[in-house]
């Protein structure tokens, strides 16, 4: 079946709502992010994405009514992928998952094109190692804005908190890794007990 | 294929699959609508439970200044505090509490500061309480519990002991004689006064020899003598 690829997310849902197999399309247009977003979560259980993915999907068409279509589609798929990740791991007794190499890698480019640290220098094996030491409440703020590239707004959404709650929570991110960091530099490499906290 | 056309792949295929298998459909609005007016209609019905708590904080505060204690505008602390009436304003922090939970459970309310959320059902129980208790619905509502409630008019009831502490300079009792400017009283719990009004300001409209109970402050100048500054009804 062949659907137009450029359809605003809101008509998509109103059609979807008419026409079930219309729903493929939000499927295609979702689901490598999703996909990327639930793996990067369950960490060692990511075997498990794609189930979680069409869990995240099934569920999402059963509340498809429930969709503010004054917002966008992605942060709503998000907020029920997190949920779904979440639940899937605490029914197994895990904790969401730490950051990746690759994801370290990617935040600490981030970082280097915003200049966030200044001349602090960098390196991804310590911002990784300085992210996994981050309370999670902080690395999920930084890994939606600098992995998932995601606005103030979108993970306000996902998230489900004020939009000034996030802005604090990045910025307080940032700074408790820039801290971590310059430990990291000043001990050769490693994090302190505090850090790792 | 056009181009901006996609075919279906994979993961759509699978999706459509599992939904059409199992047959679901998606839950139709009405459903999302009723689970938010939930939220919606506790948080109407928690503000206007939290305005009628500060209408009969307010009443039960006016009505003590007029039936015994000094004004508002002049009243010490100690008569502020005991005027208090405790029960309602915790029902109004309680009520308050609930309306601001029942917001940030709303479809957006998750985007509002709970701080901001809480200030605005605070300042608009607030606003409605006084609003309300233009039309007495204060004292409208304390005296239909006290008239249905026994527990209520326990605890509502006249304030003897708050009038039963000469020494804090709340004196209250039963007018036994009027001399001159002694009065004879019998306070609430069997003790005679002798009480000197020549100073005292006098709201009690009947003749005090006829009023029965009367609240009094001012101070104990002796063994069972009080020197009056103020003279109320009692009730």
């Known amino acids: ?197 | 294929m056009a181009e901006g056309w996609v075919t279906m792949s994979g993961l759509d295929r699978e999706v459509l699959a599992r939904i059409e298998r199992l047959g679901l459909k998606p839950r139709p609005p009405i459903y999302f609508l009723a689970r938010r007016s939930v939220f919606w209609i506790l948080a109407l019905i928690s503000l206007l439970l939290g305005a009628i708590s500060i209408a009969v904080a307010i009443f039960a505060m006016t009505d003590l200044a007029l039936t015994g204690g000094r004004g508002l505008d002049e009243m010490p602390f100690d008569d502020i505090a005991t005027s208090l009436p405790l029960l309602w304003l915790v029902c109004f922090a309680l009520f308050t509490l609930s309306a601001a939970v029942s917001v940030t459970k709303t479809r957006r309310g998750y985007r509002y500061r709970p701080l901001g959320i809480v200030a605005t059902a605070l300042a608009a129980s607030l606003g409605l309480g006084l609003a309300l208790q233009v039309f007495d619905a204060g004292g409208k509502t304390h005296r239909l519990l006290a008239a249905n409630f026994a527990s209520y008019q326990h605890y509502t009831y006249i304030p003897y002991a708050e009038w039963s502490r000469p020494a804090e300079g709340y004196l209250g009792g039963e007018v036994l004689s009027v001399n001159g400017a002694i009065l004879r009283l019998r306070d609430f719990r069997g003790s005679e006064w002798s009480v000197d009004i020549s100073a005292a300001t006098n709201s009690v409209d009947e003749p005090l020899a006829d009023e029965g109970d009367v609240a009094i402050r001012g101070k104990v100048t002796g063994p069972q003598e009080f020197t009056a500054q103020s003279i109320a009804e009692f009730d």
Do not use: C
């Open chain 1, 1 to 197: 079946m062949n659907q137009p690829v450029d359809e605003p997310d809101a008509t998509l849902v109103a059609r979807t709502l008419r026409d079930p197999h219309a729903y493929g399309v939000i499927v295609r247009r979702f689901e490598a992010v999703l996909r990327r977003y639930v793996k990067r979560l369950l960490g060692s259980h990511g075997q498990a994405a794609d189930d979680v993915v069409q869990d995240v999907f099934v569920k999402a068409y059963v509340n498809l009514n429930d969709y503010d279509q004054s917002r966008p589609l992605g942060p709503w798929l998000y907020r029920i992928a997190h949920n779904e990740a979440v639940s899937y791991l605490r029914k197994r007794g895990r904790e969401p998952s730490v950051i990746d190499g690759e994801d370290g890698q990617l935040i600490l480019a981030k970082l280097r094109d915003e200049n966030a640290f200044g001349a602090a220098p960098l390196s991804d094996s310590g911002v990784q190692q300085a992210l996994e030491g981050l309370e999670p409440r902080y690395r999920d703020v930084l890994m939606l804005r600098y992995v998932e590239d995601k606005s103030y707004d979108e993970i306000s959404d996902i998230l489900q908190m004020p939009p000034g709650t996030v802005a604090t929570r990045i910025r307080r991110g940032l700074e408790r890794l820039k801290s971590a960091l310059v430990k990291w530099n000043g001990n050769g490499g490693r994090l302190g007990d505090y850090e790792r906290a």
